[in-house]
């Protein structure tokens, strides 16, 4: 499907400052990369309210199947980040209907975690899948008394939202526009220029395209939005790299007042031929600031 500036729920302010800097070959060319996510608002809980069986959350603890052990990564309960509940999640191609996805990180500093992006290596993060239905699942804890690694001290419930949004400069996609538009030498230069004028503006529905153009917040598909360049093919080992099944995105979360990730953009990545098949055991966990 083709989708327009206008479908991002902006109105046409958006286009009237690009068409400032960019030609419309230029603006055709970036709408072409529009794509649709789910956009995660995060709500801090009160701790007198648990959660129920099943809900998605961000931090807190996990519900497991009666009889599953609790995971553990590095020799210790593992930390739960997210835990995601696909029947309470707008329908986004590819992405499962129902089910109940979880990911997980060592407890551990962030900054101690490994940085090979080796797939058969990683042991710092893990994600499990559990489909529907949940009805032997029961809330978990575990003995921990302190964490090296208390991301979210707390459970936060989870609102989901689709939203779509093109390739931000820093995707692999954005450079294949640039080298497809060969004859507009500057429109990466042309396009950063206009994400600088929308970030100066003060019309609200400019600054809610900004963050969108700009790779968005948490999410759930749809592109990455890397802070220092796409990784996938220049850090991740060739071994494991294929031009035609890149690493999409599966889980972003980034650092905000709620959301203590120690300033970190934390990205969670598979391959299509994986989500296709529930295979959430090749997951991918990268993290840049």
Excluded: C
């Excluded at 959660?51 to 990564?73: A, H, I, K, N």
């Excluded at 690694?149 to 093109?166: D, G, M, S, Y």
């Excluded at 030498?185 to 950063?192: A, D, K």
């Amino acid at each position: 499907m083709t989708y327009k500036l206008e479908n991002l729920g902006t109105g046409s302010a958006l286009r009237q400052r690009l068409e400032e800097d960019l030609s419309t070959a230029e603006i055709e060319a970036l709408e072409s990369t529009i794509q649709p996510f789910i956009e995660i608002d995060v709500a801090p809980s009160q701790s007198s309210q648990a959660p129920t069986v099943g809900q998605s959350r961000l931090g807190g603890f996990p519900d497991l199947p009666v009889g599953f052990e609790y995971p553990r990564l590095k020799g210790k309960p593992a930390v739960l980040l997210a835990q995601i509940n696909f029947a309470e999640v707008p329908s986004l191609e590819e992405f499962p209907e129902t089910g109940l996805l979880q990911f997980y990180l060592a407890d551990q500093p962030l900054q101690e975690f490994d940085y090979r992006f080796d797939l058969h290596q990683q042991n710092d993060a893990a994600a499990l899948f559990f489909p529907a239905p949940l009805d032997d699942f029961i809330p978990q804890t575990h003995n921990r008394t302190q964490s090296n690694n208390p991301f979210i001290p707390t459970h936060h419930r989870l609102q989901f939202e689709r939203k779509l949004a093109p390739a931000t400069p820093f995707d692999t996609e954005f450079a294949d526009l640039t080298i497809a538009l060969e004859d507009f030498e500057f429109f990466g230069e042309n396009y950063e220029t206009a994400l600088g004028e929308l970030a100066d503006s003060d019309d609200k529905n400019l600054i809610t395209a900004l963050n969108l153009l700009g790779g968005g917040g948490h999410k759930l598909g749809g592109y990455p939005g890397f802070l220092q360049g796409d990784p996938r093919q220049d850090i991740f080992p060739t071994t494991d790299w294929d031009p035609d099944e890149p690493f999409e995105l599966l889980l972003r979360l980034i650092s905000t007042r709620d959301v203590n990730v120690a300033g970190f953009h934390l990205y969670f990545l598979i391959k299509r031929s994986d989500l296709l098949r529930r295979d959430f055991s090749k997951v991918v966990f990268y993290f840049d600031r």
